[in-house]
């Protein structure tokens, strides 16, 4: 962190500049390498050095997330300014190996995805990254020009990386794929990948492995005719012999066993989740009570709303976690008593993002619902929310009702900037944003709770905000 009196943000965007450009010429005994340069300004007003400090990282690692060889300045109203150091037609350092091929990557695993797209960077290759088989399909579709090779994961929710391959290939019937996996190759190769021309690699994945794979498959010719998959044996018996009438033997028996596990599964997660969100509130909420109440709220919205006892019971376990990313909130934004500068109100609103990271790449369903939760519960109805913009139906459902539960809760409960409010007046402040705010059908859930006598029951607060009600979490169920 650099003060620079008199010249500000500008000044020392000026001379970071510089100081990557002597950098990026500079001779290396490892070769090229790539410099980033994160830029916070002072507000009157600031709660801290601290929070100069966070915003100042926070900007650089926008930078280096955006290729390296940048220089970025976190703005003023949440908005940064991008600048980047001209290169030699790379983005980065590397063997040179690449000729600007385009490479559409698929990996529901963020972190696997800025990864291996750094690495196709460093060698001049042109990278499209894609969260899952859905989004790449639609990419694909809206290109002008073909991709050169795809580099998708196997496993990934909703469509494994062998069927998207399959419908890409309706689409560009020469496609090249690169399939990763924490799959063995023996295994890949037995199933037969569809590809016109294929390659595998084994996770944890070297970028001289990743480099390498991709050259040799993009250099390849491709085959005369697409080859066959081969014939994937005939399930046996094996050379056990069974015994006649065993209650194992039984389909019914499998099944009730395996959904007493999956029972019993799904209510550890439930646990589990639950003590991760009483952590993340640990340092914002007096009562400890906060994101109990979100996810009990949410699951009473999500029942009025005609969501089946499956989607209402994974929501209500989910919501409480919306917050998990203000773990990464400095304390003296997250308990500032007076109003946040803009720098302060954009650390904040960096929770939504960071709990999402922190919760992305899972293959079960619940914590999935959390991730989605916890990056778009700030979303607005009119689209003017964070971080994503969405707006309408765009936004999940389940964020939209964890937004009508969080808001409505902190509402009726003390925080450190101000008091809290009664349960008619909450509703009242809501509903004066019903259709810009929050999802008209949400609110008026709500209001019908409030009607039947369900919110009184569940959340009693008197005029000083002191907590005189009780909440139980319920099951997988969907129960409270």
Known sequence: VTILDGHGADGASIMAGRILEELREHEWPWGRTTVSA???????????????VAAADQALYRAKGQ????VVTLALQGKDTSAVVPSDGAESGGDGSGNGELVLVVDDDPAVLRTLSRGLLRNRYQPIEAPDPTKALQIVRGLDEPVDLVITDLVMPGMSGFRMVEMLMDIQPDLRALYISGYSSDEVRWSGVPGRLKSFLPKPISLDALTAAVRGILDAPLPAEPPRPPARPAPGN???PRRAGSDRDDPRSLVDRLEASSARLEEAYGELLLRLAWAAEYRDDFTGQHAERVGCLSGL??????????ETGRIEL???????????VPDVVLRKPDPLTPTEREIMAQHCS???DLL???????VQEAERIARSHHERWDGEGYPDGLAGTDIPLSARITAVADVYDSLTD?????PAVSREEAIEIILEDRGTHFDPDVVDALVRLDRSGQLKQLHRVDVAGEWKGSTTIGTTTGST
Request: glycine fraction near 16%; proline fraction near 7%.
């Open 38 to 52: 994160g830029i916070s300004e002072y507000e009157e007003g600031m709660a801290s050095p601290d929070v100069l």
């Open 67 to 70: 290729g390296g060889d940048r």
């Open 238 to 240: 094996g050379d056990r």
């Open 301 to 310: 919205l999500a029942r009025e709303l005609g969501l089946s006892e499956r």
């Open 318 to 328: 989910a919501a409480p976690l919306h917050d998990l990313g203000k773990i990464a």
């Open 354 to 356: 960071v709990g999402a």
């Open 360 to 366: 992305a790449g899972s293959r079960h369903p619940l």
């Open 414 to 418: 003390t925080r450190p900037y101000r």
